[in-house]
């Protein structure tokens, strides 16, 4: 039986270890103003401070938010996806990109009717900047607390570092969450009426976590993955063949999103799943709805075993 955890309010503490000289603690919660949702945060908020924006900025193309199917919709950029989801007690917000977007993440969320504040919970699907970078800022603005597994809830607490992570020597820093809670594989997450199902897919990094839901119009009802990246990325001098161990994990990865239900697939990184594609073709027509598709998973596990087999016969 899988045990579920209720969370209409959580106040757990992170562990506090500076990164890149910042900590929860020098950085206090700081309230926007119910009205406005103006930050009052310094102009030179620790928080914001850009990560490789040069770099960055492939994944920042500007998207107008959209609602996807049910209560799911999409707040993120044309690179780098950030999801949503509506419930009766308040939002989940699913990853928060680079610190540099915050602004124009909040922005994306008012402009669909809600606040910052509403935001209860954000679940992380990997603790690389990317897509950590900006949960600081986002936890604070709301007062949420992020979740994610125990392996990755340790490297975002460190701020990033992880020695054992293929892409350890390549990867920046990145602020530190102020309130963080590690669940694992298959402890439902409930606020209000929607139970997210966190499932381990470990691989691209060793605390990758996935979230599943249910979501409804009307009658009809669909499985919707928020997928991690499986992408079998590394450092220039890191080699999979050399760490067969990393090998299994995304085998093993693979063989359980091909499995699993799923009639909706938002990918970490949409290009990765057709999913830039997909919303292209949302925005023109709802009616069929283009990211339905039973087939999305078994695809997207199939892409990147085969992304894997090529790595390992170089």
Known sequence: MKKVLALPAISLSAIMLSAAGLSPSQTPPVPASAATEKSTAPADDPLLRPIAPDYA????TPEAPIRVFGNTYLVGFGGISVGLIKTSAGLILIDGAV???VADLEANIRELGFSIRDVKLILSTEPHYDH???LAALARDSGATVIASAPAAAVLASGG????DPQAD???PFPIPARIRAVRDGDAI???DVTVMPIATPGHTTGSMSWRWRSCEGKDCADVLFASSLNPVSAPNWRFAAHPERVSLFRATFAKVRALPCDILLSAHPDQSGGD??????RETRTP?????PGACLNYAERFNKSLESTLNK
Do not use: C, M, S, V
Not at 161 to 164: E, L
Not at 277 to 282: C, D, E, I, V
Not at 289 to 293: G, H
């Open 99 to 101: 610190p540099q977007a």
């Open 277 to 282: 594609t997909k919303l292209a073709r949302l």
């Open 161 to 164: 570092r992880d020695a054992n």
């Open 190 to 192: 409930r606020l209000g």
């Open 57 to 60: 900025k492939r994944w920042l």
């Open 289 to 293: 709805n283009p990211f339905r598709d």
């Open 170 to 172: 390549i990867l920046e």
């Open 132 to 134: 950590a970078g900006g």
